[in-house]
């Protein structure tokens, strides 16, 4: 998502993780990819390349252009805009937390001892408040992550994890997988585990990279 000074290994990665965006999500024929294009014709005055992964990573370029701020408070208020626009669109809405989640915490209830509970407005408006506190914060970890220099990764790979990261639901012990996300999710976002994204890096990287 957020570029860095890279390596030549990690142009390679680049390459790579580029491939499977185009592959996976098409991102080159994208409406924002290109919207960036455009973009960057009005202000260089040079066309991009309609090779995909040229396409794909002037879009991804973009994120670093905007957060290039020349002083630390511009730079978070960049991110926090950029924040608020994930926010909008990936955390949950309170029109959107299903009336079994409210059933089921006065099952818990029940369980734990406490009797049959009554939920009224209050305390509703509270739980609901502590899941889209919850969900912000499990989603701002990976944002403030992911547009640090701990995160030495390719542009593409730090928008494949980021966009990975809103589609995942709670991980499925028993299935040993992350199921997709639904609309109604009220559980937070994944816990961020830089071991496992450092591993991911390297199997993406092997994959894409013997294709080419």
Known sequence: MFRVTLSRERMEE??????????KYNLHISSEVGTAAKRTKMRTGERVP????????NYLNRFHDILDQDTSDKREHVLDLIK?????KYVIKPN???????ENQRRLAREQGHGD???DAQTRKQLTEVIIADQTSSLDKWMDY???PDAPYSDGLKYWILRS?????EYDKDRKAYPQRSKGTTKPFPDLDREALAYVDDAIKKKYQSKQ
Do not use: C, G, T
């Open 117 to 119: 509970i009554q939920i």
């Open 146 to 148: 992911l547009s640090s």
């Open 14 to 23: 680049s390459e790579a993780v580029n491939s499977l965006l185009k592959n």
């Open 165 to 169: 990261v809103v589609d995942m639901a």
């Open 50 to 57: 309609q090779n995909p992964l040229d396409r794909i990573q």
């Open 96 to 102: 959107e937390i299903p009336e079994d989640y409210f």
């Open 84 to 88: 608020w626009r994930f926010h909008r």
